[in-house]
């Protein structure tokens, strides 16, 4: 046999196909003569070298191949034709990509000689896509284990605190990103986000060593893909292979090897973590086995201070001393954990004619002591009292099972069913009344804890694949079925809730006992909110999709991507036995329209038809063109309707009854009324008051859920959000392994949520008030539209968001570099933000929400980031990454509730003239840069081993990187409180000094207001052995 031939091979970047073929990829290409015609019928093999697998395809009429929902890893490719033998090694396929292999194999018997020419350009993909393979998640820096954050590498992904720490694709709310492992669902179904939920910012649930290359997907996806208005990250986990191989590791972070953080405290922590992964055949090409086992012990110091007194400590007066004492005494150091430990194992079967089942369990724990108070776990000084703390709990545990099957006649199915289970819990440190004192901060139980949520996923999905022609169509279908039981009531201890910024006017309300100076809680500024239902929800919703499309090879250099998807979700009904809620909410004309607490609109309208091309313009597979179009759909996680489906129960859910100032009647009046002396109880021993007291004593209503906030949804009026999507990319080969591209992205989404409170009355202007400041008037008196209530929240889905990108971004493989950078400059507007279920509003006037249209506080205006490694001689290797990004906005504030509609100082924004108030973020924070190394030097332990030191250095340069802690984390910052703007006789009012002040007057940074990005420059030693 003669071998002769030319083959052109444009590997990639790898290209999504979709959820069917998440964890697999592709191989297709052209098999022709060198003078271009078509070869039918040469037989075409791929071998992967890792577990014999040995797929065989042959090319039709058009000489055109393609092997479907192949394994990832590297395959050995031949090509037989006329018998003329073309032979490729190292054909590397990712997870969900798709590798194009032209052949030109030359007949005649002069040519003896292989000619072989490869581009990093993928001439058929029609959707960009940004992989990153195991040697990258094995040797890159990373500074908790976590695969999920290299996602931040790749144009357009963000996570920060408006994201919740979720990524966020293309400027949307992290709760609408999708994260597929192997194939299935790994959100988490009641918060949404991966699962792990808040403490998957702190801890690993997978091991990073069982993850074998992952890839984000932010340029449009095919119809296979659904519940994302944005992007994917679809990750796939390590199997056995014919070889036994692995790895054991240990490192440690010791603060003695780290720098100081700029504000000097003591705030590094001592982290140890270790593990090791290993694989190989139990049959030898037939049965494979793998498993891995992480863990993690971790410590950090933490202080108190409650940094607003500081302003006051040189004149601290007799009237405020009591407080100003006991806050105090509150204050001191405390320590944080944060443990963590991960498991994951799998079983691969592989049949003869390379079907496939496998099956995976994995399981992870985290314990994390002194980390739950108000989502400031990570900012090393703390406005909020030990006793406002508790410890963090989560576990989370995966089992999924996969059969890809090859039938005859060019079919393919695959068929998944998964189940993922998590448990979290916030233990309370304490069982006493919060206090909220305004910019001072907390003490007492945090207002919602203690709390527990259960949920699980089970999830089953099949697909078929069919090959005709130059088409590849996918047929699939997909259900989940989900259940959580949540227990969360706000306020179970009672809450005393003050606002305003006035210190010493704070700590005089919390010191009084009566006698001239007046008595406690005797102040508008005050309300009282006490839980008076059972708090427990326990839901089951149904998830559906199908979907259809097709891949067709219009002309050897035009690719073309069709299909449509359904889905449907279909949501609990909420419980409304509760005669006395739902006659008071049921058809009562608010000001905003009429509600209907007993329905929630199930969402079953959700097609998305999507179209994508990829024009490989000159046919030489250097320069390609891509683009596409699509409707995407987000779906709402169960925790956004959680008070809505129990609210309106016999025994009530999540609700709070408020005593708020009410007929000239102030809290400490109220109490007092009922026979409940506030001025004789200490500040340590403030009471825990009965439902029964609450509400018949103080309250004096007929029933104990008369004056209730009550939270509902817009009914069959609210929908999941939808995302149109414009993408254009142009990807260049300037010369072998380095490539250059652009990518274009728009977006306008639509049905977002928001919550808006229905029941407040129409504002006025306070006669006499020259600065036409718009006042609800509810701490003065006026009342509600339905007085037998207090809020009546509804989750609506009138909200908005635009996005547009420009993505510049290069990549440089050799053989012993690679390179990789992006530039993104985007533009991110909404007119609401909702990260959580249970906030608040968030507006200036529910009447006017066209005021809020403005920069969203998603809004990264500028990023930048990539990565480098290189091997260097004598086993040493570097590796490093780099990122940049602008600040967020912030929301100026006049640091009171000073429209009194009940909602403290948010959306309370100072006038910029009288009548006009700031645009919604209209200030920016400040933005950050960080470099991250890794030298791993490495010594050869008899043939097959090889023992590795490593050292790695966090924050390279010690930037400072210091911010304005965001108002996620912090929503009393005093940096972002600017003042009236405009006082009541219209003249201007004074700028308040602290507005967006960074440092203190002695010039250093002020931890009472900022936080550091990231972390100081750290060191972390680690030795790991590879067998």
Do not use: C
């Not at 007492?444 to 527990?452: C, R, V, Y």
């Amino acid at each position: 046999m003669r071998y002769g031939g030319w083959v052109i091979v444009p590997l990639m970047a790898a290209s999504l196909w979709g959820q069917s073929n998440a964890n697999k990829g592709n191989i297709s290409g052209l098999v022709r003569d060198t003078t271009g015609n078509p070869l039918p019928d040469a037989t075409v093999v791929a071998l992967n070298t890792g577990t014999g697998a040995l797929r065989e395809a042959h090319t039709n009429e058009r000489g055109y191949y393609r092997f479907s929902s192949i394994d990832a890893g590297a395959y050995d490719f031949r090509v037989e034709a006329l018998s003329v033998s073309v032979g490729l090694k190292n054909v590397v396929v990712n997870a969900g990509g798709w590798v194009e292999v032209d052949v030109k194999v030359a007949l005649n018997k002069s040519t003896e000689k292989v000619g072989l020419e490869t581009s990093t350009v993928s001439i058929t993909d029609s959707i960009a896509t940004h992989v990153f393979p195991v040697e990258v998640i094995r040797d890159l820096p990373i500074d908790g284990r976590r695969f999920q954050e290299f996602a931040t590498l790749a144009p357009t992904v963000q996570a920060n605190a408006a994201t919740r720490n979720e990524l966020s694709f293309l400027g949307q709310r992290g709760v609408y990103g999708n994260v597929i492992v192997d194939g299935t669902d790994y959100n988490e179904p009641f918060l949404g986000g991966i699962r792990g939920s808040e403490r998957a910012r702190f801890a690993f649930t997978i091991p990073q060593s069982a993850v074998q290359e992952f890839q984000t997907i932010t340029n449009g996806y095919s119809a296979e893909y659904g519940r994302s208005t944005g992007g994917v990250l679809n990750a796939i986990t390590r199997s056995g292979t014919n070889s036994t191989h692995g790895e054991a590791f240990y490192q440690t972070r010791n603060k003695q090897l780290s720098l100081a953080n700029p504000f000097g405290l003591d705030a590094l922590e001592s982290q140890q973590q270790f593990g090791g992964s290993t694989g190989g055949p139990i049959l030898k090409d037939r049965i494979f086995w793998f498993v891995a086992a992480e863990g993690q012990v971790a410590s950090m110091p933490r202080m108190i201070h409650f940094a607003a007194l500081d302003s006051i400590a040189g004149g601290v007066t007799a009237n405020i001393r009591p407080a100003y004492d006991y806050f105090r005494s509150l204050e001191g150091p405390f320590s944080q954990t944060n443990n963590a430990f991960a498991v994951l194992g799998r079983l691969d079967y592989q049949f003869r004619d390379a079907s496939r089942l496998t099956g995976r369990f994995s399981e992870s724990r985290n314990n994390a002591e002194n980390a739950v108070s108000s989502g400031t776990s990570w900012i090393p000084q703390t406005t909020s009292a030990l006793s406002n703390n508790g410890t963090e709990e989560d576990s989370v545990r995966t089992a999924t099972l996969q059969w890809t099957s090859i039938l005859p006649h060019a079919l393919l199915n695959d068929v998944r069913f998964a189940y993922s289970a998590e448990q979290r819990a916030s233990r309370a440190n304490s069982a006493t009344p919060d206090v909220q004192a305004g910019v001072i901060g907390d003490f007492g139980t945090q207002f919602n804890l203690p709390l527990q949520t259960d949920d699980y996923r089970l999830q089953f999905a099949d697909s078929l694949t069919v090959q005709r022609g130059l088409h590849n169509v996918v047929l699939g279908a997909d259900y989940s079925l989900l259940h959580v039981n949540h227990y969360d009531g706000a306020n179970q201890y009672g809450t005393f809730g003050l606002s305003g910024s006035n210190v010493a006017s704070l700590l005089s309300i919390l010191s009084r006992t009566g006698g001239p100076e007046g008595n406690r809680f005797d102040d508008p500024s005050v309300v009282y909110l006490r839980q008076v239902g059972n708090a427990q929800v326990d839901a089951r919703a149904h998830q559906m999709a199908f979907f259809g499309k097709d891949e067709w090879r219009a002309l050897p250099r035009l690719t073309v991507g069709y299909g449509v998807r359904w889905e449907a979700q279909l949501n609990p009904s909420p419980d409304a036995a509760n005669a006395f809620l739902v006659s008071n909410v049921r058809g009562y004309p608010f000001p905003f329209g009429r509600l209907d607490p007993t329905r929630l609109s199930n969402q079953l309208n959700h097609w998305a038809p999507r179209a994508s091309i990829a024009w490989n313009v000159s046919g030489s597979g250097t320069t390609v063109i891509r683009a596409g179009a699509g409707v995407f759909y987000g779906q709402t996680p169960l925790g956004f309707y959680a008070d809505a489906l129990n609210n309106f129960g016999a025994a009530g859910g999540n609700l709070s009854l408020q005593i708020a100032p009410v007929g000239g009647l102030t809290v400490y009046q109220q109490f007092a009324r009922a026979g409940f002396d506030l001025n004789r109880i200490p500040l340590n021993q403030l009471p825990i008051m009965s439902v029964g007291d609450v509400w018949i004593k103080i309250a004096g209503q007929p029933n104990q859920f008369a004056q209730a906030n009550v939270f509902t949804t817009s009914g069959m009026n609210f929908h999941d959000p939808r995302s149109f999507q414009l993408a254009f990319s142009i990807e260049h080969q300037v010369t072998s392994g380095l490539t250059l591209s652009y990518q274009f992205n728009q977006l306008n989404t639509v049905h977002l949520p928001r919550v808006v409170d229905f029941n407040v009355p129409q504002p006025t202007v306070r006669p006499g008030d020259l600065s036409l400041r718009l006042f609800f008037g509810l701490r003065s008196g006026t009342p509600r539209p339905n007085p037998d209530l207090g809020a009546v929240y509804a989750l609506d889905s009138s909200a908005r968001s635009t996005y547009q990108g420009h993505s510049f971004h290069t990549r440089y493989r050799v053989k012993r570099a690679e390179f990789a950078a992006h530039y993104t400059l985007s533009y991110t507007r909404s007119d609401d933000d909702l990260a959580w279920p249970f906030l608040s509003t968030a507006y200036l006037n529910p009447f006017d929400l066209r005021r809020e249209w403005g920069w969203s506080s998603l809004d990264s205006r500028h990023q930048a980031a990539g990565y480098a490694v290189y091997q260097a001689p004598k086993g040493i290797e570097l590796t490093g990454i780099f990122r940049a990004w602008s600040g967020l906005p912030i929301d100026a504030t006049t640091g009171d509730d000073t429209s009194e509609l009940l909602a403290g100082d948010i959306g309370n924004r100072p006038l910029k003239q009288p009548g006009s108030p700031f645009p919604r973020n209209a200030f920016s924070n400040r933005g950050a840069k960080t470099v991250d190394v890794r030298l791993l030097k490495s010594f050869r332990v008899r043939e097959s081993g090889k023992l590795q030191l490593s050292a790695e250095v966090f924050n390279l340069f010690n930037f400072d990187n210091v911010a304005f802690a965001s108002a996620y984390d912090y929503p009393n910052n005093p940096a972002f409180i600017y003042g009236l703007g405009v006082l009541p006789n219209g003249q201007p009012a004074s700028v308040n000094p602290g507005f967006l002040k960074l440092r203190t007057a002695q010039g250093g940074y002020n931890p009472a207001t900022d936080v550091q990005l990231g972390t100081p420059l750290q060191v972390q030693l680690g030795i790991r052995f590879l067998f």
